[in-house]
């Protein structure tokens, strides 16, 4: 069996959209960790193939299927590019370009899109076209719903708040010269789709506003290089060719019957050839211009030497190269990609090459000619070092030997390297020597290779008038047939470096840039060079072309860019963004949704399930409160009791399990019932609920006026049940640590607090009962010989007992038996005499001392804050899920057996007096029940 997948996988797979079980089955069928994402992707099908619900694939879906699809193509592609991401993700971030989305293997087109977008004069040509009113249905009505599709992309890439945008139409609308849609993902070479690409925007352009520009049909002869403009070639003076292709002048000399001969023809190359092996961008464009053919065929048919020149017919915008790096391999049989580094400078100059100067090149490039071949045998000499035997560096073996070599000693008898005792000192010493010669060698070279250099490149001091500054860089990683590109484009104005990578666009360091275009790293390097004219970077520099904001920015649209657009073509933008925004708020939505469902269903089933189990737990006790551990629980048990049944308001209790769940769920905590949620959103709230449970267990559609007012009445209620228990907690607590003056202010508290309750009411009972049971507790407790007398307790009592809160039965009666327990307290305790018979005068007078009235009423900040803290732990709103203590109810409860246990005798007291009402008990029998 295989090895379990590891969780950060399955996290990982998890967060693509599929199921666990899907990536599990996915696993067990693949051999490789790469195969998983084709096996998921076939088992997904056969799942979608199965269901009976055809749904439209959302922008989600359709993004990974193309990443999956460009990833099967591409195996070398990193992984990083394969990502579903949800509305919220997809938002662009202030001061980030827009990037764009892979349709299947057109990385590389996406790469020249960016670049091309990075030329203010083609945006703006693009985003001022005009077409025509009718529109054929031919090639040149293709051309023009390309230019208007490329339009609306570029309109996007200008202000979408996306992170980045789809070009399918733009790639689906581009042709080849008879009018057929290029099928995406089979068109492999950049320079071919490229080509046709601006064949068709340079046809459409020529339609702008009603006004056909001249397109000719132009053969070429010689070679049928697909980095030259063939066929539909638009005229040299319009506006593609002025922009991205550069003008070159062929000039063919050769004999014929011993006459010199020599044929001129103009060429138009979006990319100059540039071959790898030169090493460097200026001696691969020499070579370019400079071709000397050994077995040329003349018109007579002899086989002469011939030279060709390519030269530059007046200095282009845009002067763009592509590095030859793929080759035809005899012993493969097969093309291979050639990973040699070649570099190339941030700053060239075209003069050397133009047409106006070629005889002063030629003769500088004789002259220098001793000067390249001494280049090039120093190159050659460089190469046997870094280059070993065609494969490695010669100073990293000896290294790497000599490492190995001081391994094999007793020392590192463990190390798996060691293959026994040897001594070697000798020879590790010796390969120490040619290492550092190698090393000094390689520094006389490059020092020899730099002093040469410097004399080339002051022959060409007189050749800098035309500065070209590199702009795009398109990398590709991989090997020949295979592989994925992204580019780098450097914005002049702030100076920095963007890395392009389909949907992912970053900021990058140059180093890094040039790390990977010069080729550093195997099977990664540059395959296309885009400079453009230093005038152009100027007028970058004057004004911000570009400023990459979101709607949310503050300089939004207030960029040379935003400055293209008509009224409305914004209009136009802003209706996009609201769209995403839409999309974003219903995608939210629905997460949130989901959320809400889980969390009321958890909630739900808690509330449910807790009432039972609290329920039974305590049905034996008669005098109990209602459980107060949360809002809904408590209308449960407030239905029960008030009806004999639980189920009055189970709708009521469904909604606010409905509004906990929401205020859980929502960033703002914002309920169902708080008037900032719109009704569109409750709908889809209610109609999730109503797919997803049944009636038994969803609240209904609306509530009704009657339920409304319930809830109203019911969430007072509970404030104040709460509110109240809060307080009834504190009197038995400080009943139980025999804290009698406490007792009584909170008590006295309570009172007021109940008074307007109805009888039936518990904190109504409870108190009632308190005001019987506590001077029976603090007057018996005295009245034993041996007891401590406290005077300060009876005189609070006296204070709380003067204000005669509850009517008794017979109040005489009870009058009476206080009296006689004061009494009682007189008769054991002489030398507490005049005290108590002061406190008796003015209980039976019922005399309100304002000192004992005052501290009665008081309430220090200490009991005050006990208080808050047990009412405050209870939320209407935001209550917990999961079993917690209901401190109140437990307090209560558990408080009022423990007065059972404490004050056993003193309630038998209060059990006699209240069945006895017109028999007092005197003092000999209440010194027996205090016993």
Known sequence: MKTPIKQEQ????????????????????????????????????????????????????????????????????????????????????????????????????NGLLQTYFFNSDFVKIIIKFQPPAQIDQGKQGKSIQLVLNLQHLFLSMIGSDKKYVDPSDVVKSICDDFGNVLPIGDQKDVGEFNNYFLSRIGEGLAYNEHQPSKIEDQPHDGSSSILRLKSSTIHDEDVVSKLFFCKVHNHLQFDQAGVPQSRD???????????????????????????????????????????????????????????????????KNDLIKQNDEFYFDEEIYLDRFLNENSKRYLDIRTQIKEQKDKQKKIKQEQQSFSKFDDKYDLQDILQTVVKFLEIQNKGNIDHPANFGYSDQKHTIEQLQKYSQHVQKRKEVLQFSYNEVEGKIQESYNNFKKYKYHLQSILIHEGMANSGHYYTYIKDFRLNKWFKFNDIHVTEETREKVFQDAIGVKPGINAYLLVYVKNEFVQDELKY????????????????????????????????????????????????????????????????????????????????????????????????????????????????????????????????????????????????????????????????????????????????????????????????????????????????????????????????????????????????????????????????????????????????????????????????????????????????????????????????????????????????????????????????????????????????????????????????????
């Open 544 to 931: 911000p072309k570009r400023l990459y904001q979101t709607s949310t920015g503050k300089d939004y649209l207030k960029d040379g860019y935003g400055d293209f657009l008509n009224p409305q073509q914004k209009d136009s933008i802003i209706r996009e963004n609201q769209l995403f925004q839409n999309e974003i708020e219903d995608y939210k939505q629905a997460r949130i949704i989901d959320r809400i469902v889980e969390s009321y269903q958890s909630r739900f089933e808690f509330v449910n399930e807790h009432f039972r189990t609290i329920a039974n737990k305590y049905q034996s006790v008669k005098f109990k409160p209602l459980f107060t551990l949360n809002f809904p629980i408590y209308i449960k048990c407030k239905a029960t009791q008030l009806s004999n049944q639980n189920t009055q308001h189970d709708n009521l209790i469904k909604w606010i399990i409905l509004d906990s769940a929401l205020r859980e769920v929502q960033e703002h905590k914002e309920g169902i019932f708080g008037g900032q949620l719109s009704e569109n959103f409750k709908n889809k709230i209610i109609n999730k609920f109503t797919a997803q449970f049944n009636e038994f267990k969803r609240p209904s559609a609306r509530l009704t006026l009657s339920e409304q007012n319930d809830l109203n009445k019911f969430e007072q209620e509970y404030l104040n049940y709460v509110n109240l228990g809060a307080w009834a907690t504190l009197v038995l607590d400080y009943l139980s640590r025999a804290e009698f003056i406490k007792a009584l202010q909170v008590l006295q508290c309570l009172t007021k607090k109940v008074k307007p309750l109805e009888q039936q009411n518990y904190f109504f009972k409870f108190t009632k009962n308190l005001k019987t049971l506590l001077p029976i507790i603090i007057i018996c407790r005295m009245i034993p010989k041996e007891s401590e007398v406290i005077l300060k307790e009876l005189q609070l009592l006296q204070a709380y007992l003067v204000h005669n809160h509850f009517q008794y039965d017979d109040p005489k009666f009870w009058q009476a038996e206080i009296s006689i327990m004061l009494y009682s307290i007189v008769e054991n305790h002489d030398e507490q005499y005049q005290g108590i018979r002061e406190i008796i005068v003015n209980f039976e007078a019922g005399n309100k001392i304002k000192e004992q009235m005052e501290l009665l009423e008081f309430v220090s900040e200490e009991i005050q804050n006990q208080q808050m803290i047990i009412s405050t732990s209870y939320e209407i709103y935001f209550w917990s899920a999961y079993p917690k203590p209901d401190i109140i109810f437990d307090k209560l409860v558990e408080g009022m057996n423990m007065l059972k246990q404490l004050f056993d005798p003193y309630i038998k007291i209060q059990q006699a007096l209240i069945k006895e009402v017109n028999q007092p008990l005197m003092k000999e029998e209440l010194e027996k029940m205090i016993k």
């Open 265 to 331: 023809s103009n060429v138009l190359y979006n990319f100059i050839p540039i071959v790898l092996k030169d090493g460097n961008l200026y001696d691969g464009f020499d070579n370019f211009v400079f071709n000397s053919i050994e077995d040329f065929k003349n018109d007579l048919s002899e086989i002469v030497c011939a030279t060709k020149y390519n030269w530059i017919q007046g200095a282009p915008q845009t002067l763009s190269f592509q590095i030859q790096r793929v080759a035809y391999s005899k012993e």
């Open 10 to 109: 399955l996290d990982q797979y998890v967060g693509m959209g599929f199921s666990k079980e899907l990536i599990t089955m996915a696993w067990e069928e693949s051999n490789t960790e790469a195969d998983v994402i084709n096996t998921l992707l076939t088992l997904s099908d056969k799942n979608n193939a199965l269901s009976n619900t055809p749904t439209k694939q959302d922008e989600d879906i359709q993004l990974n299927q193309a990443l999956i699809d460009s990833y099967k193509t591409n195996p070398q592609a990193s992984t990083s590019t394969f990502e579903i991401v949800s509305p919220e993700q997809r938002q662009r971030s202030n001061g980030v370009p827009c990037g764009l989305k892979n349709v299947g293997n057109t990385c590389y087109f």
